[in-house]
C-alpha cells in the first residue's frame, strides 16, 4: 500500500550521485531471517580505510556492539571483485589499499532473536533493537542495519527499502518515490540515519494533528487486537497538554510513533520501553497488556521519550552532539538528560490535570523507595561519565530515580531563590535558547552555564 501521509517537507540539500551513499535494506527476499544490505560508496580519499557498524547509540547508555548482528560481510572493487580486510572487532572492519572501494554487501540478524539467549551477550533493549519477521513485521532501528565509514559520516544518505507492496513504514522520513515496492529517503548525515527508525507491517496506522504537531502512530499487533485508532485519544490529550508544557521549547511540526505489540508467539521480549529520537519513537509494550495499561504506558513512556526533543536531543554536551559510535565518551549529565527529563514526564501530568495531586506524590514516593536499591554514595556525575563500564552499568536504572528526585529539589530550589518566578522548566528553555540544537556546551562546564543562565551561584 502506498504512503498517503502528511508529513510535506522540502529537500532543500542537493543530493549529487558522486557525493551520496547509497544503501538498500531488502525485506522481500529474506532467508533465514536475515536480510541482506547493500552500501555503495562514492570515491574514496583515503587508501585506509575503516568501516563500522555502532558500538552504541545516543540514548541506550549500554554497550551493544551492533557488529555482532552481522555476518557474510564482503568489499568491493569497481570491478566487482572481493577486497581483502582485517576484522578489528565486532563492529570495525579495516581496509589497506581501498581507493577502489565501492561497495559492502552483508546480512542482518534481528536482535529480538538474541533475547531468548542472552548466554553470550547482554540483550540489546528491545526498543533499540531489531526485529525480522518475514511476511509479519519489520522493526528498523538503522543503526542495527546500516554502518558507516570513518570521515564519511558526513555525507548524504540515499536509503531505499525494498518492501512487499502490501506494507506500510511508519517513521518521520518522507518518501520521495511512488512505487509501491521500495520507498526512499534521503538523510542528510550518519547522524540522521542512525535518527531515523522505521517499522514495516501491514498498514495499521493513523494520521491526525494535535497541539499544531502532525502525528503517525503505526501498530504492530500481531494478533490484530489492537488498532492505531484505539490509541488516538489519550494520544492526544497528551500530546496537546505537553505542547502545552512546553511552549515555545518545542518546535516539533511531525512526529512519529512506532508501537510494536509483542504477542504470545513473538519473540520472547524483555526490554519494555522506548527509544528517543528528534523526530519519533520506537516503543516496544506487550500485546497482552489491557488498552487502559497501554494507554497508560504510553503517557508515561512516549511523553518521557517526547521531553528528549528538548534534552538532550536539542539542549547538550559536545559528548553528544559529535558523538562516536565506534568509541563513544559519555557525558557527566545524565541527571539531567535523563532525571530531567523523568521529572518533566511526571511534573506535566499533574500541571495538565492528567493526574492528580496523590497520584505524583505516590509516584514521588516510589521514586525514592527505589533509588535506595543503589549506591547513595556515588557521584551522578561520575556514575555517568563511565556508564559504559562495568563498575557502574548497574547503577544505571537509578538515572530514573534518584535523578528524578535531583531535578525536582533543584526545581524547589529554584522556586524558593526566586520566590516563584523561576523553575527548572524556566531553567531548561533558557539553557535551551543559549545553545540549542547546534550549539553544544562544554561537559564539564555545565553547572557554570546554570549559574549564568538562573543568575544564582552554585
Not at 102 to 118: I, P
Amino acid at each position: 500500500m502506498k504512503k498517503s501521509i502528511f508529513f510535506f517537507s522540502s529537500i532543500t540539500m542537493i543530493y549529487c550521485n558522486s557525493q551520496v551513499i547509497k544503501t538498500n535494506i531488502d525485506l522481500v527476499n529474506i532467508k533465514d531471517d536475515k536480510v541482506a544490505v547493500t552500501i555503495e560508496f562514492p570515491k574514496m580519499k583515503s587508501s585506509d580505510v575503516k568501516f563500522h557498524f555502532p558500538k552504541t547509540v545516543p540514548g541506550t547508555y549500554s554497550v551493544d556492539d551492533y557488529g555482532r548482528f552481522i555476518e557474510g560481510i564482503k568489499f568491493f572493487d569497481s570491478k566487482g571483485r572481493e577486497l581483502l580486510y582485517t576484522k578489528v572487532n565486532d563492529n570495525t572492519y579495516s581496509l589497506k589499499n581501498a581507493r577502489d572501494l565501492t561497495k559492502v554487501t552483508y546480512l542482518v540478524n534481528d536482535s529480538f532473536d538474541e533475547e531468548m539467549d542472552t548466554s553470550k551477550h547482554k540483550a540489546v533493549f528491545s526498543p533499540s533493537g531489531t526485529d525480522i519477521e518475514d511476511n509479519k513485521v519489520h522493526l528498523i532501528n538503522t543503526h542495527g542495519f546500516i554502518g558507516y565509514i570513518d570521515k564519511m559520516q558526513d555525507v548524504p544518505y540515499k536509503l531505499v527499502v525494498q518492501k512487499p507492496a502490501d506494507f506500510y513504514g511508519t517513521t518521520a522520513l518522507v518518501d520521495q518515490d511512488k512505487s509501491d515496492t521500495t520507498d526512499t529517503y534521503l538523510l542528510a548525515n550518519y547522524a540522521k540515519v542512525t535518527d531515523s527508525p522505521l517499522m514495516y507491517a501491514r498498514p495499521n496506522f493513523i494520521t491526525f494533528n494535535a497541539g499544531g504537531m502532525d502525528l503517525v502512530l503505526g501498530v504492530y499487533s500481531p494478533t490484530g487486537k489492537y488498532k492505531a485508532e484505539d490509541f488516538k485519544e489519550n494520544l492526544e490529550k497528551m500530546v496537546v497538554a505537553q505542547k502545552r508544557f512546553l511552549g515555545d521549547m518545542n518546535t516539533n511540526k511531525k512526529y512519529a510513533i512506532m508501537l510494536y505489540l509483542a504477542g504470545k508467539d513473538s519473540p520472547i521480549i524483555k526490554g519494555f520501553g522506548a527509544l528517543e529520537h528528534h523526530e519519533s519513537t520506537s516503543v516496544v509494550l506487550s500485546e497482552l497488556m489491557p488498552k487502559d495499561d497501554i494507554d497508560k504506558s504510553l503517557t508515561d513512556i512516549v511523553s518521557h521519550e517526547f521531553f528528549h526533543t528538548v534534552n538532550p536531543l536539542k539542549t547538550h554536551s559536545e559528548e553528544i552532539h559529535y558523538f562516536d559510535y565506534a568509541d563513544p565518551k559519555m557525558s557527566q549529565h545524565l541527571w539531567m538528560y535523563e532525571g530531567g527529563t523523568e521529572y518533566f514526564a511526571n511534573l506535566f501530568q499533574i500541571q495538565e490535570g492528567l493526574i492528580d495531586k496523590n497520584d505524583f506524590l505516590t509516584r514521588i514516593n516510589q521514586k525514592i523507595a527505589g533509588s535506595k536499591r543503589y549506591k547513595d554514595t556515588l557521584p551522578f556525575t561520575v556514575m555517568s561519565k563511565n556508564i559504559l563500564q562495568n563498575e557502574y552499568k548497574d547503577q544505571y536504572l537509578n538515572v530514573y530515580e534518584k535523578g528524578t528526585l535531583l531535578t525536582m529539589c533543584l526545581d524547589i530550589e529554584l522556586r524558593e531563590l526566586s520566590k516563584g518566578e523561576m523553575g527548572y522548566r524556566d531553567m531548561i528553555r533558557k539553557l535551551s535558547q543559549r545553545f540549542g540544537e547546534n550549539k553544544p556546551f562544554k561537559d564539564d562546564k555545565l553547572i557554570d552555564e546554570l549559574v549564568i543562565v538562573t543568575g544564582y551561584p552554585q
